[in-house]
């Protein structure tokens, strides 16, 4: 596979990319490219998310929480999901990231002629829709997002879903490594 974009349009998403990008948003890809009526939009791909967390070093901490808590006490599992999403909402895009994440949510702007256009923020992880899980449901959408400031803010909303008490139980049922999933 060759270097992966931060961002791509969903009519550029090639299929090199899927595995970047989570099952959902590598359909949008297909259909966009198919010529079926999607909606303009682009996706955020795990090179974004990885940066952040790598850079928040908060993920050894979050896996250590998530082995310290009794999965079947559910009030512990509770509390520890509520920490884990918390670190995750602290995450910083890199400035470049950043940056080119605020040109496209501008471009997209310019091309359906509304300022701060809304949009749906949606998780795609990339475990979604592999041979031996469905992580459908288990994290979060966000529609009618207008700004990007909001925008930003629910990108990282979508990253903290990935802890949900519901997320954090499908992946120890499943055995996968809470830090296996992007």
């Known amino acids: 596979m060759s270097d992966c974009p ?4 969903f009519g550029s998403l090639a299929a090199e990319f899927h595995p970047k990008v989570g099952g959902k948003c590598a359909s949008l890809g297909v259909l966009s490219q198919a010529g079926l009526p999607v909606p303009p939009g682009f996706a955020v791909t795990t090179t974004v998310f990885a940066a952040a967390r790598d850079a928040s070093g908060a993920m050894p901490r979050i896996v250590q929480l998530l082995a310290d808590t009794d999965p079947t006490d559910h009030r512990a599992l509770s509390e520890a999901a509520a920490q884990a999403r918390a670190l995750v909402r602290d995450w910083r895009l890199t400035a470049e990231h950043e ?25 795609s992880a990339t475990a979604e829709d592999s041979p031996d899980a469905s992580f459908a449901g288990e994290h979060d959408t966000f529609l009618w997002v207008c700004g990007i400031d909001e925008v930003l803010e629910k990108v990282r909303e979508c990253w903290a879903s990935l802890f949900t008490e519901r997320a954090i139980t499908y992946r120890n ?10």
């Open 6 to 9: 931060s961002m791509i349009p």
């Open 99 to 123: 940056l080119r994440l605020r040109e496209m949510y501008a471009e997209l702007c310019a091309l359906c002629d509304v300022p701060d256009v809304p949009v749906a923020v949606r998780s």
């Open 173 to 182: 049922q499943m055995g996968y490594p809470h830090d296996d999933v992007d």
